[in-house]
């Protein structure tokens, strides 16, 4: 799976270069998410923009980070959706537990709402 990161202090973005997320390409794709916990990106943003296509095993990735980010007070946002996936999402019932944000200048304004609601709240 090619992919390329842009890690920023608050939060990352990780971006799929590639037009299929199957089965191939999740358990590269989980690992990289974890890896990204594990050096305490809690808030990532996960660029689709190239992404025409996701089977199941691509949706479960999604989750693995959507579940990560939770666990560490943070944020995981999907962005640059393809009408497929966009319909596949909403097919599987996962529109409630993900979050989608149209593009990618309105999913960093969306982390960093999120950061500076969790800041006050500290």
Request: a negative charge.
């Amino acid at each position: 799976m090619k992919f390329s990161l842009d890690k920023r202090e608050r939060f990352c973005i990780f971006q799929i270069d590639d037009d299929k997320l199957l089965s191939n390409h999740a358990p590269e794709l989980k690992s990289e998410l974890l890896n990204l916990a594990k050096d305490e990106y809690k808030n990532i943003i996960l660029d689709l923009s190239h992404v025409q296509f996701v089977d199941s095993s691509g949706l479960s990735a999604l989750l693995v980070g959507n579940r990560l980010a939770k666990e560490n007070d943070g944020t995981f946002v999907l962005t640059n959706l393809s009408p497929h996936i966009q319909k596949l999402v909403k097919i599987s019932q996962l529109e409630s537990i993900l979050t989608i944000i149209p593009t990618l200048s309105e999913a960093i304004d969306y982390v960093m709402m999120e950061e500076l609601d969790r800041d006050l709240r500290s």
